[in-house]
């Protein structure tokens, strides 16, 4: 199949829609084949110091542009948006449409131009199939996807450079599995120091954090558990220097079975699983890893407070830094920010958040007391977050910047006066000036089976 003609898109933030010849954005499908309040008084020794409010003026989310009018992901599987290129640059976002599709975006830089191709239609209507991107070192796109539970962790790999108009078959990353639990949320890297050796982490048998590697991308190893005990559910970020270095960053369970759900850290380097301190837990062969041997970065014991993660990016100096939503009460939510700052883990609050997204007062079949809106760390510069919080009864996107490690914020609106909610900011790996530095979730979204929201860009 030949590739979509790219369609122009107006450079104005203001820009309400996609331009071609007339109106819209279309969409093109690419053929596959199988082979294989009141409570606790929440704060601590580095609880946020009292806030410097810079205001800007925002534009209401609906009129950014959208770099597809039908997509919605989860937050535990990334990369979902990566800025790559060689004479050309593109932005590359992955997401999950309203009737199922996987799909794939693709913004060039420069010319403003968009291309939208769906790589696996009628998958499965949950934004936990949302899928995941890793750039080859040869340029082109490898993206994985599986279902929510899924039976099968799929990637395909496409077949031009920085393009995304031809892929090849489907391909399995792992053997069929018939477990309850199943596969979800892929998260791949690759690390140059290991001649580009690539890993693949999700959520696997058991619920637990599972990895396998691939020395050429094509054969995988068998999937093994990372990390067991503490907990039923697991959820983890990863997020790799891309050299020698793997950071990991987790909770034991999910916030709803667990009061005492608190943030953990370690990282793999040179074929050892690591301390934040450099000591070593042990290797390959003593996987999987106890809670207990990890970093413990938030205690909600201590707290009282249960915590969940949001994004784990590397500071200048390689440092881990994590953002993460603590609930004093379920209709409580607090964002906060943990840095490893050389001898000690610094973790203050930045804002609350609000209560649960959606905001909604209806019977949910899928209800999550403990979604919220979410936040995302610049990983090119984790001193900024972009944070999604209710103003006047909207969810919309703003941004925050500390100079201190978190003690002090500046803040900025990035969406404002909007009709519907801007929700789970993502900024894309890599990103480059001409390109967009800021992508997230707006529209309606009742629960992660019933969803109608666009990815806009800024």
Same mark, same amino acid.
């Given at each position: 199949?030949?590739?979509?003609?790219?369609?122009?898109?107006? /450079?104005?933030?203001?820009?309400?829609?996609?331009?071609?010849?007339?109106? %819209?954005?279309?969409?093109?499908?690419?053929? &596959?084949?199988?082979?294989?309040?009141?409570?606790?008084?929440?704060?601590?020794?580095?609880?946020?110091?009292?806030?410097?409010?810079?205001?800007?003026?925002?534009? /209401?989310?609906?009129?950014?542009?959208?770099?597809?009018? &039908?997509?919605?992901?989860?937050?535990?599987?990334?990369?979902?948006?990566?800025?790559?290129?060689?004479?050309? =640059?593109?932005?590359?976002?992955?997401?999950?449409?309203?009737?199922?599709?996987?799909?794939?975006?693709?913004?060039?830089?420069?010319?403003?131009?968009?291309?939208?191709?769906?790589?696996?239609?009628?998958?499965?209507?949950?934004?936990?199939?949302?899928?995941?991107?890793?750039?080859?070192?040869? %340029?082109?796109? =490898?993206? $994985?996807?599986?279902?929510?539970? %899924?039976?099968?962790?799929?990637?395909?790999?496409?077949?031009? /450079?920085?393009?995304?108009?031809?892929?090849?078959?489907?391909?399995?990353?792992?053997?069929?599995?018939?477990?309850?639990?199943?596969?979800?949320?892929?998260?791949?890297?690759?690390?140059?120091?290991?001649?580009?050796?690539?890993?693949?982490?999700?959520?696997?048998?058991?619920?637990?954090?599972?990895?396998? $590697?691939?020395?050429?991308? =094509?054969?995988?190893?068998?999937?093994?558990?990372?990390?067991?005990?503490?907990?039923?559910?697991?959820? =983890?970020?990863?997020?790799?220097?891309?050299?020698?270095?793997?950071? $990991?960053?987790?909770?034991?369970?999910?916030?709803?079975?667990?009061?005492?759900?608190?943030?953990?850290?370690?990282?793999?380097?040179?074929?050892?699983?690591?301390?934040?301190?450099?000591?070593?837990?042990?290797?390959?062969?003593?996987?999987?890893?106890?809670?207990?041997?990890?970093?413990?970065?938030?205690?909600?014991?201590?707290?009282?407070?249960? @915590?969940?993660?949001?994004?784990?990016?590397?500071?200048?100096?390689?440092?881990?830094?994590?953002?993460? @939503?603590?609930?004093?009460?379920?209709?409580?939510?607090?964002?906060?920010? /943990?840095?490893?700052?050389?001898?000690?883990?610094?973790?203050?609050?930045?804002?609350?958040?609000?209560?649960?997204?959606?905001?909604?007062?209806?019977? #949910?079949?899928?209800?999550?007391?403990?979604?919220?809106?979410? #936040?995302?760390? &610049?990983?090119?510069?984790?001193?900024?977050?972009?944070?999604?919080?209710?103003?006047?009864?909207?969810?919309?996107?703003?941004?925050?910047?500390?100079?201190?490690?978190?003690?002090?914020?500046?803040?900025?609106?990035?969406?404002? %006066?909007?009709?519907?909610?801007?929700?789970?900011?993502?900024?894309?790996?890599?990103?480059?000036?001409?390109?967009?530095?800021?992508?997230?979730?707006?529209?309606?979204?009742? &629960?992660?089976?019933?969803?109608?929201?666009?990815?806009?860009?800024?």
């Amino acid at each position: 199949m030949s590739p979509k003609r790219l369609q122009p898109v107006c /450079a104005a933030a203001a820009c309400v829609v996609l331009l071609s010849v007339g109106c %819209g954005s279309h969409r093109t499908s690419v053929p &596959d084949a199988v082979s294989g309040g009141d409570g606790p008084s929440f704060t601590d020794g580095e609880a946020a110091s009292p806030l410097v409010l810079r205001t800007e003026d925002g534009l /209401a989310g609906e009129e950014y542009p959208a770099i597809t009018e &039908d997509g919605a992901w989860c937050w535990f599987g990334e990369p979902r948006a990566v800025t790559a290129g060689r004479d050309t =640059m593109r932005t590359f976002v992955g997401y999950v449409s309203s009737s199922g599709d996987v799909g794939i975006s693709a913004y060039e830089h420069g010319t403003g131009r968009t291309e939208d191709v769906v790589i696996k239609p009628g998958f499965q209507v949950d934004d936990h199939g949302s899928p995941s991107i890793l750039v080859r070192p040869d %340029g082109k796109l =490898m993206v $994985f996807y599986c279902g929510h539970r %899924g039976r099968w962790m799929i990637y395909r790999t496409s077949t031009h /450079a920085h393009e995304i108009g031809k892929w090849g078959r489907e391909h399995a990353a792992s053997g069929h599995t018939g477990e309850a639990a199943g596969y979800t949320y892929p998260n791949p890297v690759s690390l140059g120091g290991e001649d580009d050796k690539r890993y693949l982490f999700w959520r696997g048998s058991g619920f637990l954090p599972t990895v396998a $590697f691939s020395e050429t991308g =094509m054969d995988w190893s068998e999937g093994v558990a990372l990390v067991q005990g503490e907990g039923d559910t697991p959820y =983890m970020k990863v997020v790799s220097d891309g050299e020698s270095t793997i950071h $990991f960053a987790l909770t034991n369970d999910h916030p709803k079975l667990d009061p005492e759900n608190s943030v953990f850290y370690f990282r793999y380097e040179s074929g050892t699983f690591r301390r934040v301190d450099g000591s070593i837990i042990g290797t390959w062969d003593d996987l999987p890893i106890g809670f207990e041997d990890l970093d413990l970065v938030y205690d909600a014991a201590t707290a009282g407070a249960r @915590a969940w993660i949001w994004d784990i990016a590397l500071d200048s100096s390689g440092n881990p830094v994590i953002a993460y @939503a603590a609930f004093p009460e379920a209709t409580d939510h607090r964002y906060r920010y /943990a840095l490893w700052d050389g001898s000690a883990w610094v973790d203050s609050e930045i804002v609350g958040g609000g209560s649960r997204f959606p905001s909604i007062d209806r019977r #949910l079949r899928n209800f999550e007391a403990y979604y919220s809106g979410g #936040l995302a760390l &610049d990983h090119s510069d984790p001193s900024t977050v972009y944070l999604s919080r209710p103003v006047h009864g909207i969810f919309e996107i703003e941004r925050w910047k500390t100079g201190d490690g978190g003690r002090t914020w500046v803040s900025s609106a990035v969406t404002k %006066g909007s009709a519907s909610n801007n929700v789970r900011p993502v900024v894309p790996r890599g990103h480059t000036a001409g390109g967009p530095q800021l992508i997230w979730m707006n529209g309606p979204y009742h &629960d992660y089976t019933d969803y109608g929201t666009s990815l806009r860009m800024r």
